[in-house]
């Protein structure tokens, strides 16, 4: 086992620690890294201007997450209703588009919205004939595509907590003259928290962090802290701010998958609460 | 469950629903490679011209073979790391929490992040960028895939006929090769097939640590490039192949290994 965890110590905690380091320094006149030691860094990712981006990208991805769940639940919910035998293979053909390749999945999306895209046509078809729509290169596009690509993993996470529900407590819960929202309300939801906290935190981290889907569905004309990252490295060249960035989106990962644990720990403890008056 | 007739109705239209959503995006980018006509969206008659057109194309041709040097060269660092971590771990039962961590992390860390990391590392180490740092990336997240399949078909072995084979007076290496590795075997391709893929789709930190230069673009660098540029029918059939091939090692991976995709 020791040469993998050299692997991954020279190739993912090194590399890690320097940009975490980097983020101290100060750049240099000519783009190059000025070793001087300096918060500026931080204090620039507070600035209105970036500070704006990060909140808009939050907005966006929470948006995101928002839909995928209510979608993924309905979608997991289903399956998880279905005829045991066929769950596996539902299960099977909702994750196979997860497994192709993300630019693909998010090109599909081009196709579909462009300006002479399938949409369009249908709605000449119906005997649309005003304006086209522009629906590429907006923030519907962009989340649009955000959803379409993370939703084989929502349904996963979902279906994980729902197939396992023992079907008694609802049952029980109409028995004593629950209505079916009630019973969903207050027995089959709390249950099923975590996976909808862990398919929430999902989407929500890997659209906070993404520059794919805005250069691409976005035009470009919504920046998200991806996008920021990008541009530090690879065009305005000021590394010790990119590494800023970079650290205040782990930052913002680490404070969501401390609040997904604490979700989950107290929906665990209201569930344990549940049955106990289910088995009383 | 109850099965009411209206519920058994509402939860086939949501199935209808959700799987039309995750498919017609798809179906139509496929159809349109078989378009005839250059628009990438009017439907003009049947015509394979695009894949023939792909053929042609030398920038496609070798940033493919540069995807499938990067490909099998990492997946098979990859395969041999994370399997024997996985051993190590599972052998020793101890899951010391920083362990973990350093498994888990490659593949909950996001890939713009890894991504600046190696780009900051390898030009502070002034190494000259291309295929090789690419590798060297690839194996990082590949090799916790291939570790934590492995892993997953490990919980439920007996190490007690290992400590037999010993016993019987088997080497280390012959236990290995008789004993565990005959266990773990479909797991291990399984994983394999599934470090391909991830490696064949890449795109983001084979973006930062490819250095300057097209000699080293990779298959999803080119489609990027591409698409940037606008929509063509020869991108539709470059991304159909791309997709039937992470597709069928998927399918065979899921085959092998009932599980991996997470059921």
């Not at chain 1, 320094?25 to 620039?44: A, C, K, P, S, W």
């Not at chain 1, 028995?175 to 079916?180: T, V």
Request: aromatic share 12%; hydrophobic share 60%; net charge positive.
């Amino acid at each position: 086992m020791a040469p993998a965890l050299v692997w991954l110590t020279a190739l993912m905690v090194v590399p890690c620690a320097l940009v975490l380091a980097l983020a101290f320094f100060r750049r240099g006149i000519y783009g190059g890294i000025e070793y001087t030691f300096t918060l500026e860094n931080f204090g620039l990712v507070f600035d209105p201007l970036y500070a704006g981006i990060f909140l808009n990208s939050a907005r966006i991805a929470g948006t995101a997450a928002l839909i995928a769940v209510v979608i993924g639940y309905a979608a997991a919910y289903a399956i998880a209703a279905a005829p045991r035998r066929l769950q596996p293979v539902f299960l099977f053909f909702a994750v196979l588009p997860f497994w192709s390749n993300y630019l693909i999945r998010t090109y599909a999306w081009i196709v579909l919205l462009n300006r002479e895209g399938l949409i369009t046509q249908l709605l000449r078809w119906f005997g649309y004939t005003g304006e086209q729509p522009s629906m590429l290169y907006t923030e519907g596009a962009v989340i649009a595509g955000l959803v379409y690509n993370y939703l084989p993993f929502v349904i996963l996470a979902c279906y994980a907590p729902l197939s396992r529900l023992n079907p008694e407590l609802a049952e029980a819960s109409r028995d004593l003259g629950a209505s079916a929202l009630t019973t969903f309300r207050r027995v089959i939801l709390p249950l099923t928290v975590p996976g909808i906290a862990a398919g929430a935190v999902f989407v929500f981290v890997l659209s906070i962090g993404n520059f794919v889907t805005p250069a691409l569905l976005g035009g470009g004309r919504f920046q998200m802290i991806g996008n920021l990252v990008y541009d530090q490295f690879l065009t305005a060249n000021d590394w010790p701010f990119g590494a800023a960035l970079a650290m205040a989106l782990i930052a913002i990962m680490l404070l969501v998958l401390m609040a997904q644990a604490l979700a989950a720990d107290r929906a665990s403890g209201r569930a344990a609460e549940a049955k106990g008056d289910a088995d009383g | 469950m109850t099965s009411s007739p209206a519920r058994a109705f509402g939860m086939r239209t949501i199935l209808i629903l959700v799987f039309a959503f995750l498919y017609i995006p798809i179906a139509v980018l496929v159809a349109l490679s078989f378009n005839k006509g250059g628009l990438p969206t009017a439907w003009s008659g049947f015509s394979l011209k695009w894949y023939a057109s792909l053929a042609g194309n030398s920038a496609i041709l070798s940033a493919a073979l540069n995807t499938l040097i990067v490909a099998l060269v990492s997946t098979a660092i990859a395969t041999l790391l994370g399997t024997l971590l996985a051993i190590g771990v599972e052998m020793r039962r101890q899951y010391g929490k920083g362990l973990e961590a350093l498994i888990f992390a490659p593949m909950i860390i996001p890939d713009i992040v890894l991504a600046i990391a190696l780009l900051s590392f390898f030009s502070m180490l002034n190494l000259t960028m291309g295929l090789h740092t690419i590798i060297l990336a690839h194996v990082v997240f590949n090799l916790a895939f291939v570790c934590s399949v492995v892993r997953a078909r490990l919980k439920s072995f007996d190490w007690s006929i290992v400590e037999a084979s010993a016993d019987l007076g088997a080497s280390a290496i012959t236990t290995f090769r008789r004993v565990t590795l005959p266990v773990i075997l479909p797991a291990v391709v399984a994983g394999a097939l599934l470090a391909f893929t991830l490696s064949v789709d890449e795109f983001i930190i084979a973006f930062f640590t490819a250095g300057a230069g097209r000699a080293s673009t990779t298959l999803p660098m080119q489609i990027y490039a591409m698409i940037r540029f606008g929509i063509t029918p020869e991108i539709n059939a470059l991304a159909t192949i791309v997709m039937a091939v992470s597709i069928t090692a998927l399918t065979l991976s899921q085959r092998l290994n009932p599980g991996i995709t997470g059921q």
